[in-house]
């Protein structure tokens, strides 16, 4: 599906169109459930997962600026970041508040953090300076929640050098971006 379709169905949830939000579900619901499938590997949790994820998308419509970024990557943080929540919730928590360490996170969510740090410039054009090998391996780490492991798998090469590869990556997508 082409970004402009994505966006514009986006627009129109943000307006609380029930038609293209059922549209948004029927065109995306398969890679936003794969993504959190691939991070939870279980599939009930990764349907309670999809369903809170289409409940933010719906919610969050409105802060979502197709200047800002591609509406597949909007979409595919929202998956991965629910899904990384459920895990966190899976944690037993501390019995006493004194066993919590005093942590304050003071800056914005990292989905607004996103969206206010592209300014018009779109990560995609950063990925296509990478190597096309390096930039489907960061994409399959970052946006599809593949280990180290299993990419050092596909790609047939040892865990650290896949390790290096996406660190090596990540310090060029930064230097891009901030040009």
């Known amino acids: 599906m082409r970004q402009d379709d994505l966006s514009t169905l986006i627009g129109l949830v943000a307006l609380a169109d029930r038609s293209a939000f059922a549209s948004l579900y029927k065109r995306t619901s398969s890679k936003l459930f794969s993504i959190c499938l691939r991070i939870l590997k279980d599939r009930t949790d ?6 809170e994820v289409y409940v933010k998308i719906w919610q969050r419509a409105r802060l979502f600026s197709a200047t800002s970024g591609t509406a597949d990557v909007w979409l595919a943080a929202i998956a991965r970041n629910q899904a990384i929540d459920i895990i966190r919730a899976r944690k037993p928590i501390a019995s006493e508040l004194d066993d919590v360490p005093d942590l304050v996170d003071t800056g914005p969510d990292p989905e607004q953090a996103m969206l206010r740090k592209d300014e018009g410039r779109s990560i995609d054009l950063c990925l296509g300076e990478l190597e096309e090998s390096r930039a489907n ?12 492991q299993e990419l050092a798998q596909h790609y047939a090469v040892p865990l650290n050098t896949m390790r290096t590869w996406l660190r090596r990556s990540l310090i060029k997508l930064k230097e891009c971006m901030e040009r």
């Open 46 to 51: 990764a349907d309670e997962a999809l369903q």
């Open 137 to 148: 391996a960061v994409r399959q780490a970052y946006v599809e929640g593949m280990s180290y």
